[in-house]
């Protein structure tokens, strides 16, 4: 992994305005079009059809629901310039087909252009691994405002 | 008692997407309870989806599979499998 997800890039990957607090629509093409919509009204998306098409794709391939009630919709692709990172809740929870089931409550978006390969992977895998901890999904469950979510996320993955 | 083996990632992507379900899939179809790790690292679930997701394992990667259980050499021939066959092979395999 040549780069690593950490607490200083928080601000950049997830602005306060890439994060949603109020509920998600129920359906998971639904969500992932509103989470998209975030990054787009921020600015980062040039191409919002192939940014949608792109990770459609990716779901398409299998689920991003990765169990644990998170759902980490990504995608590769030229419609961003700069890897972006958005957030939103859901509290009946969004069914992402995912093997264990659980409908998907914290819902991560991950969009890194084609030629960030390594960043991609070491985003997803970073996140991934912060959101094993039960302590850190309680806390992006309770925060009240994205600063407070952007706060449990530098803590969780410093 | 346990077995383990250490095996080189062969999909393009790495342990991701379709390659990784499939993994997963594997662990969940067999008894016994497998881990994953690098090296001397603590391994940790292989048969959660989030938590082989955290491994980041890019190919060309080794990983160190360890299962305990009634089916042990099986799962991880199986697994072996997985992760040595290229992903175009693995989708055609699936029809």
């Known amino acids: 992994m040549t780069e690593t997800l950490n607490e200083d890039r928080i601000d950049t990957l997830a602005p306060t305005d890439h994060i949603a607090l109020d509920s998600a629509p129920a359906d998971k093409r639904a969500c992932i079009e509103y989470l998209l919509d975030l990054l787009v009204d921020a600015g ?3 191409d919002r059809d192939a940014a949608l098409e792109a ?3 990716r779901e398409e391939e299998t689920t991003t629901g990765v169990g644990m009630g998170i759902g980490i919709p990504h995608a590769q692709t030229d419609a961003v310039a700069e890897p972006s990172v958005a957030f939103t809740r859901s509290e009946t929870g969004v069914d992402f087909g995912s093997m264990d089931d659980e409908p998907a409550r914290l819902i991560f978006m991950i969009l890194v252009p084609e030629s960030g390969a390594d960043d991609h992977l070491s985003i ?7 959101l094993m901890h039960e302590e850190t999904r309680e806390a992006l469950y309770d925060a009240d405002t994205p600063a407070e979510v952007q706060a449990v996320l530098k803590e969780a993955v410093a | 008692m346990s077995s383990e083996r250490t ?3 062969v999909p393009e992507a790495g342990l991701h997407a379709r390659p990784a379900a499939k993994f997963v899939e594997t662990v969940n179809e067999h008894d016994s309870d497998v881990r994953i790790g690098y090296g001397d690292d603590e391994p940790i679930s292989a048969g959660s989806m989030i938590a082989v997701t955290s491994l980041g394992a890019e190919s060309g990667e080794d990983v160190r599979l360890i299962a305990d259980g009634p089916d042990e050499e099986a799962a991880l021939d199986a697994l072996e499998r997985v992760l040595t066959t290229p992903e175009d092979e693995l989708a055609d395999a699936e029809g």
């Open chain 1, 55 to 57: 990770l459609l794709a």
């Open chain 2, 7 to 9: 095996v080189t990632i």
């Open chain 1, 44 to 46: 980062r998306v040039e």
């Open chain 1, 124 to 130: 997803l895998s970073t996140l991934s691994r912060a």
